[in-house]
């Protein structure tokens, strides 16, 4: 089983859906989550961290669930600038240093 | 502020030659990153320093990979012999070393293409 896995889409949506995405983890143990955003041929980005009491920012509102060990992203009025490829990355790591995983990427596009 | 440089930015090589990547992190970043990502996939971790020591390399093919971070900054990361399977980008991150709170700043990546 892989340790973050995610559904690799592609996800398919009219300008002004609303979009979900889901993602699971193995390590009941991580410590901190994060959505990254990457463009086509680009470098990863911070999308924004994950709360455990759930945390929005403008159109994206995301949330985790512990007791399923699953963290899930939700964008509202989709924009075609969200077309992306949304990476869910968890910390797994203990002691004194972090494990940062990455999940495989769900890929989304907006059309018109 | 300056991001995680990389370079090269694009390489081609032929099978069994060797090659090697260079990052220089984010000033005062304690933590690097080199990450593979091929094509299709997510970035997968190959090894992790903290300041000049390695952290977790327990995904990095070392009978051909090889990586340095000398005097805690710059960094390389080598391949020899390159194989087929070894096209990907390679992407370096860093960042401040807050072990709850780990928010990755990537370079623009390098590149590879094995022929």
């Known amino acids: 089983r892989k340790e973050v896995e995610q559904d690799p889409g592609p996800f398919n949506v009219p300008e002004g859906a609303t979009v979900a995405f889901n993602c699971t983890y193995s390590?009941?143990?991580?410590?901190?989550f994060f959505w990254y955003r990457q463009d086509c041929r680009k470098e990863p980005k911070l999308l924004m961290s994950v709360y455990s009491s759930g945390n929005e920012d403008g159109r994206f509102t995301a949330q985790l669930n512990r007791a399923s060990q699953y963290i899930s992203l939700l964008i509202r009025d989709s924009k075609l600038s969200d077309s992306a490829t949304y990476l869910c990355?968890?910390?797994?790591?203990?002691?004194?240093?972090?494990?940062?995983?990455f999940g495989s990427g769900t890929r989304l596009s907006i059309r018109p | 502020e300056a991001g995680v440089a990389q370079s090269p930015r694009y390489k081609i090589i032929e099978k069994r030659q060797s090659v090697a990547f260079w990052c220089n992190p984010i000033s005062g970043h304690a933590t690097l990153y080199w990450y593979q990502q091929i094509l299709g996939q997510g970035p997968k971790l190959l090894i992790q320093f903290q300041n000049n020591g390695v952290v977790d390399d327990s995904q990095l093919p070392k009978d051909r990979f090889s990586a340095e971070r000398l005097k805690g900054v710059d960094s390389t990361l080598k391949i020899q012999p390159a194989k087929l399977e070894d096209s990907a980008v390679y992407l370096c991150?860093?960042?401040?070393?807050?072990?709850?709170?780990?928010?990755?700043?990537f370079g623009s990546g390098t590149q590879l293409s094995v022929l």
């Open positions: 991150a860093s960042s401040l070393g807050d072990r709850y709170n780990e928010k990755l700043f």
């Open positions: 390590n009941s143990a991580s410590q901190s």
């Open positions: 990355v968890v910390n797994s790591g203990y002691s004194s240093a972090s494990k940062i995983i």
